[in-house]
Every structure is written in structure tokens, then in C-alpha cells.
């Protein structure tokens, strides 16, 4: 077993350097990208680690191969960090790391800093107490998944022969709830477009032309109404083909997952839930498809008729749905839609993402239960679904051929992507000695992946 420090000061220092870092992929320059993706350079000293291009950000790729005949690793994690919001809203200033109640505060610290941190700090105390790794790694840290990876797949297949893998282990991708250990078995896939809608060949004077013209947000508002029934169902035709109803052991599986609607509403501040009728919350959250309009643009506090409005449409998508097929359904949809006076035109954003399972049996999985279990003793861990999207797991599939393990110390409940996010401090630890655990349990036991040939 691994010696970890007393106690979490020297953690939290290190880890304050990193947070320190701006790294937000969508609008930072190019030294503070490199700042971040050199900070990782120096952590992974001994695995020949170095920065490459990708046509974007830059990636940090290393490996340590000092073990022949065992299996190969290949550990992914992001540097890049969401925006931070509005610094209003933040209790203390977003990258100068805060430790408050049991809690490290910071932009980045849960999504994906600290959960990428923690790995760190296993392979370095491999290497320091042991002199070696208990099985072959490969590391990749891409500084662009916050904004969709867009050239994370260029890089990935270019050099799929030296990223080669039994398994891939990703430290971004949160645990259900703090309380309960859980290992996530599929995310959602991700397609994502704009309802356009335009008029007049300019703004016009609401009190010269009102009545006179079709209004572009008026017709907007009719198309994007025509999306779900008053009951929360996705009216659009074919949008969910190729979708399987759930099984009898699928809801038995869910039902078993505590949870409460009540609490559920509480946290959220709503008087209410919605959704597709019968179906339980966590059955909609967790294995049906949705349709979310996140903004609306058009117009403004001021008297004009706009000439034209918008809608950003994303879709979270589940097995059996092709990103293509469902993107063509919505477009036809919409296009169908008789709102007379004004010229409608749907765009796609590139780069869907089909949704990602891997088998609740699969060895990484069994692997992944018994590290848990030993960190968690005396608690079920429980085999959850991620609502959200990670597009690299479909990429490494289709590339390199490997499955991926999900394995982040985060929470779902840390407000990533929010204001004020943060990382319990316990988790720290706990995280270190379960990546411990799972890259033994992975080299050596019953649950030794297969290598590959090489």
C-alpha cells in the first residue's frame, strides 16, 4: 500500500497552483493555455511527458511503459475550464483557491482539475515509494473539452498507434451524489443547432410597421412551442427511433437507486417536476432523450419589430440514436411548421456526439466496484448513467478500440459550470487510494484486463 501524506496542506497548495490558471478554452490566450498544460508537463516528469500541437489548444500526451506482458492505460483528463460567470455571484474570487467547511472553492477545482490532481499524485507516489507503475500508462489532457473538443479527434487518429490502450480511464465525469460511491455505465450523446427565424430586411419601428409585418420572435416562439405537448413528450417525428424501452430489470435497477422527488425539488427550487408521463425522475434523467432550448435571442428593450430571432437546441441523445438522423428529423419538424411571413432555416452545429454505454460486467467495471468498495466499506456502489456528455469516449472507441472507465472523484452536485464550484476535501484522499486500488486490481487479480498485442 502506498504512503499518502499526514495530512491535505501540501494537496491543496498544488492544486491552488493549478486552479491559479485560467484555462478557459474559450476565450484565453495562448500562454495561459500553455501555463496550464506545462503545469502537467512537470507533474509527469517521469513519463516523458511533453506538450503537442492538436490545431487548438494544446494537449499534454506521456507514458511510462516499464511493464512488459502487463496491460496498457491510457489515462485522459482535461486541463480547460468553463467561463466563469458572473464574479458577482462568486462567494470568493474564481482562481484564487478557497478552503471553507470541508471545501476547496475555485474554477476548475471538481471539473477537472482536481479529479485529474489526484491521479497525479498516485502515479508520482508509485514511482517515488515503488520505482515503478503496476501496469503500463498513457496519459492524454486535451485543453479544449469544455468547448466541445473540437480538435481532440484529428489528434486522436493521427496517433492512435501511440495512444494504443487496453482501456481507457477518464478523471473527468462525476459520481451521482457524494453519499453513495458510483460508477457511471453510459453518457449521453450531444447534438446541438439554431432555429433561425427572419423577417424584415432590418429593425423596424414597432409603432410605424407594428401590425403590419410578421414579427420574427412571434414566430419563433410558435415553432420552438411545437417541440414537446403540455406534458413534456418530444413531439418531433422520429426523433427517438431506435430507442428501447426500458426492461423490467432496467427500471428494477433504476428503482433501487435512492431517491427522492421531494428532495430532488427542494434542491432545485421548483414547485414542480416535468417530464414525459410515465416514467420516473431518474428513468427521464438518466436513459431517455431530451430537447432543451437554452436561449433565445431577438430584439432587445427597445420598441422594434426585430428582423430576426434564434434559438440554441441541444439534444442529449441515448443508444440507438444517430446524431445525423435525429438532426434531420428536428429540421424537418420545424421547417413543417406554417408560420406565415417570415423565412425559417436550421443549422447544425458539427460534430455530433452518439451516446456511450459500456457493459455493467465489462472487467473495468468489476474492477472499478472492488476499489470502491474497499475505499467506501459497508457501502453499495452503485452503477449510475451520466446525463451529460464526454465526447472523447466515442472517439476512443472508434480509434484505438478501448472502452473507457469512468473514475472522477467529483459530484454532480459541486456546481460544475456554475458559480462558486467546488471539490469536497475529503475526496482528496479518498480518490487517491481508489485510483491506488483500481490500477493494482487492473495488473494483477481476478479483474487483470487483457493486454493487447503488441
Known sequence: M??????????IAELAEYVAIPSISRDADRETMLAAARWLV???????????????????????????GAPTVLVYGHYDVQPTGSLDEWITPPFEL??????????????????????????RQFMAQEGRLPLNVRFLFEGEEEIGSPHLPDYVRAH?????ADLVISADGAMWRAS???LSIASKGLLALDVVVTGANRDLHSGRYGGTVANPVHGLVQILDSLHDPDGRITVAGFDDGVAPLSDAERAEIAAVPFEDADYRAELGVQALHGQPGLSTLERLWTRPTLEINGITGGGWYTVIPHEASAHITCRLVPGQDPQAVAAAVEKHVLAQAVPGVRVEVRVEPGGVPAYTIAPDHPAIRAGRQALAEVYPGRDVLLARIAGTLPATVLFEETIGAKTLFFSFSTADELLHAPNEFLR??????????????????????????????
Not at 502506498?2 to 494537496?11: G, K, M, N, V
Not at 492512435?160 to 494504443?164: I, N, Y
Not at 476535501?425 to 503488441?454: F, K, S, V, Y
Open 2 to 11: 502506498l504512503s499518502f501524506d499526514s495530512d491535505d496542506a501540501r494537496y
Open 98 to 123: 478557497a478552503v471553507e467547511d470541508g471545501r476547496l472553492r475555485g474554477r476548475g477545482v471538481t471539473d477537472d482539475k482536481g479529479p485529474v490532481y489526484m491521479v497525479l499524485e498516485v502515479v
Open 160 to 164: 492512435a498507434a501511440e495512444l494504443a
Open 425 to 454: 476535501i475529503p475526496r482528496l484522499r479518498e480518490g487517491m487510494r481508489a485510483w491506488e486500488q483500481l490500477l493494482r486490481l487492473l495488473a494483477d487479480g481476478e479483474h487483470r484486463l487483457a493486454p493487447m498485442n503488441r
Open 180 to 182: 453513495e460511491p458510483s
Open 42 to 68: 512537470e507533474k509527469l516528469d517521469f513519463a516523458d511527458a511533453r506538450i503537442v500541437e492538436t490545431g487548438g489548444h494544446p494537449a499534454v500526451v506521456g507514458e511510462w511503459l516499464g511493464a512488459p
